[in-house]
């Protein structure tokens, strides 16, 4: 009798914990209101402040543009680009697209999957998403500003090498057959990306 | 941002001078991709904020400052959990430079900072699947020790 209602609630925290989470910070935060001297709650609700407005304006334009790059660039392209057959000729590509982008890893994740669903060769997907962390640049102009050119140039230098091989070992280490949940959906229908691994008791 | 918004709302204008229909799918699936995955980005982005307000500056400066091993994989572990945005993540790392860290503990702190995300991880898995996830991170984080390695061979 006892295991039923357990598994029930696993099941919803699993599927929950995001809004618990961000109630969490919020409740926090209406509490600092109250009492002023509660630093903790004031702190964490600005520092969620400040993430969802980074959200808010990075986002939304990204997606439109990983919508419009899935409808109207044909698949032949990528595929000539950045697939299979590609080889290292794709990396300055996607070191090219990667570079001119701004905002945290998880913006990089949608187009990522855009690419791979036109075609990429996953060895090119990691290569763009370690791009992406490793050398965008507005995040280089402040690097420059604060650590010093030297310091930007060494660390820029060698994580190209490094992360293209850490992108080929990647694609050997996945099964041949490997295609990310996020692909597997039919692309129109569906919510968005449907259900996720997440549902099956992870956390 | 300005920018990413113009260049998106030039091309927005041009698919839509070409094209209607298609561009009226186009954005329905990014508006979808986009509602699809803001609960677990609320998520990850409230627990990013508790941990971020829970460690202090004044708590890495005194954990990352010295020199020897200890540091190091403090950085490599601080860095890897953490999501620091880039306005606060560079002075904070030139700050530890003037305490005393060094560079392969800066190189360690900032290449895990960006290539490793242990918090973001339930989003990247959304996408990737856990296993693809886990994987990439476990292979960044080994980059990040090499890319550190080589900063202290290059500049010391």
Known sequence: ?203 | MISLWIITGVVLLVSLAADRRKTQAAVFKGLKMFVGVIPILLGVLAAVSLVLTAVTPRMLERILSGTGLLPFFSALGVGSIALIPGFIAYPLAALLRQNGASVPVLAAFITSLMMVGVLTLPLEARYFGWRAALLRNGLALCGAVVVAGGMAWVLQ
């Open chain 1, 1 to 203: 009798m006892n295991g039923l209602p357990v598994r029930k609630m696993r099941k919803a925290m699993g599927k929950y914990w995001p809004w618990f989470l961000f109630a969490v910070v919020v409740a926090l935060w209406a509490y600092s209101l109250l009492h002023a001297d509660f630093d903790f709650g004031r702190k964490a609700g600005e520092n969620l402040g400040s993430f969802l407005v980074e959200m808010a304006s990075v986002l939304p334009p990204m997606f439109l543009l990983v919508g419009l790059f899935e409808i109207w660039v044909p698949r032949k392209v990528i595929e000539r680009y950045a697939g299979l057959r590609s080889g290292m000729r794709a990396v300055p590509w996607m070191i090219l697209l990667a570079t001119v982008q701004a905002g945290p890893l998880y913006v990089a994740f949608p187009v990522a999957i855009g690419l791979w669903r036109k075609g990429c060769a996953p060895r090119n997907v990691f290569i763009y998403l370690g791009a992406f962390s490793a050398m965008k640049i507005p995040m280089l102009t402040f690097e420059v500003a604060f650590l010093g050119w030297q310091f930007s140039l060494a660390r820029t230098l060698i994580s190209v090498p490094v992360f293209v091989a850490l992108a080929v070992v990647m694609e050997r280490l996945l099964p041949g057959n490997f295609r990310p949940p996020a692909l597997k959906e039919p692309s129109n229908g569906g919510d968005g990306l449907g259900s996720s691994s997440l549902e099956e008791g992870n956390f």
